[in-house]
């Protein structure tokens, strides 16, 4: 069952509790620094995610040297300035208080990458479907996101950055593509309502939007 009450971290939570109280967090970290044994709780729970031909295609990077942080943080600054100039002008007053990053604040970053070749050349079940590899990477992606809620710990998903900056940053090799910068900490609290909602830069699309039976349906 799912509680139907308010729920917080450090409760015992079923799936369903906490992907409603999973949040992209960015202003709500404690400053505390995630301890070890949490945070291999948290990526052992990433690599049990569900893999094309149990290829496992993903790697985790964790970051805590303050140089880095700071380095990758202002890149990202530099990026958010460039989208903001871009932007209409009314989209841009919405926009500009929306906190767009934790990198500093979380006190560990992890990257999380995807090595299409592993595996091999013959991937079960990759065939027809090469994106299989990518799509398994990001359900490890989930699972983190998740088991981090569970652990009273925010996870805030980074995407403004070029990814050969990146890359040259952790010193990937040229198979391996980062696919996501992760802030990670202990939070204060989970916010009820997401930023997006909260700042009015888009609502919740309804579930009956988005279900369809048998074919797919035009909506209005």
């Not at 569900?50 to 942080?69: E, H």
């Not at 932007?87 to 906190?99: G, H, N, Q, S, W």
């Not at 909260?198 to 035009?218: D, M, N, Y």
Request: net charge negative.
């Amino acid at each position: 069952m799912c509680a139907d009450g308010p729920i917080t971290p450090g409760e015992c939570l079923s799936v369903y509790d906490a992907i409603r109280l999973r949040r992209d967090v960015r202003a709500e970290f404690s400053g505390d620094v995630v301890d070890d044994a949490t945070l291999l709780r948290i990526l052992e729970a990433a690599h049990r995610a569900p893999s094309v031909g149990n290829s496992m295609p993903w790697d985790f990077v964790v970051i805590r040297d303050p140089a880095t942080l700071n380095k990758f943080a202002d890149h990202v600054a530099d990026k958010r300035r460039e989208f903001r100039d871009a932007l209409p002008e009314d989209r841009a007053e919405t926009f500009t208080p929306i906190k767009i990053e934790g990198i500093v604040e979380s006190g560990t970053g992890i990257v999380v990458t995807h090595n299409q070749s592993r595996g091999g050349t013959h991937v079960l079940g990759r065939a027809s479907v090469p994106e299989t590899g990518i799509y398994s990477t990001i359900l490890s992606i989930q699972n983190l996101w998740l088991a981090a809620t569970a652990e009273g710990v925010g996870v805030g998903w980074v995407s403004f950055y070029d990814t050969p900056v990146l890359a040259d940053l952790l010193n990937l090799p040229e198979h391996v593509r980062p696919v996501a910068w992760l802030c990670v900490g202990p939070v204060r609290e989970f916010q009820s309502v997401p930023d997006l909602e909260r700042f009015g830069w888009r609502t919740r699309r309804p579930l009956e939007a988005a279900v369809h039976w048998e074919q797919f349906a035009s909506r209005p």
